[in-house]
């Protein structure tokens, strides 16, 4: 059964510092383009970070570019997303997702085929 599980969301003051994670099974992560997005309730889901298949090449968003940080440990067939120096406006569920492409604008953009389910941040004093 294929699936990502997504962990690490939770509250955090401006500033702070989160790491989450997502497992994958029933797939090896390291042939696909991956990637994690935001949504908020009664908006569209926002392409934050990715990393590319073929030569792990990363793109971000302009709204985390600098601040955050995605990796992929083939290994534990895991990937993950460091964020530092949050603001209230990254208060977002998070849902990582595997794929193909990588592409970034202001958001990125990845042709998603598996997505897991998402982790609530909150960044709020």
């Known amino acids: 059964q294929v699936q990502l599980v997504a962990s690490g969301g939770g509250l955090v003051q401006p500033g702070g510092s989160l790491r989450l994670s997502c497992v994958a099974s029933?797939?090896?992560?390291?042939?696909?383009?991956i990637g994690w997005f935001r949504q908020a309730p009664g908006k569209g889901r926002e392409g934050v970070a990715c990393?590319?298949?073929?030569?792990?090449?990363?793109g971000y968003s302009v709204f985390v570019k600098g601040r955050f940080t995605i990796s992929r440990d083939n290994a534990k067939n895991t990937l993950y997303l460091q964020m530092n120096s949050l603001r209230p406006e990254d208060t977002d569920n998070y849902y990582c997702?595997?794929?193909?492409?990588?592409?970034?604008?202001?958001?990125?953009?990845?042709?998603?085929?598996?997505w897991g389910q998402g982790t609530q941040v909150t960044v709020s004093s």
């Open positions: 029933g797939f090896t992560l390291d042939n696909y383009a």
């Open positions: 997702a595997a794929g193909t492409d990588c592409a970034h604008g202001v958001t990125t953009v990845m042709t998603v085929r598996y």
């Open positions: 990393i590319r298949s073929t030569d792990n090449s990363t």
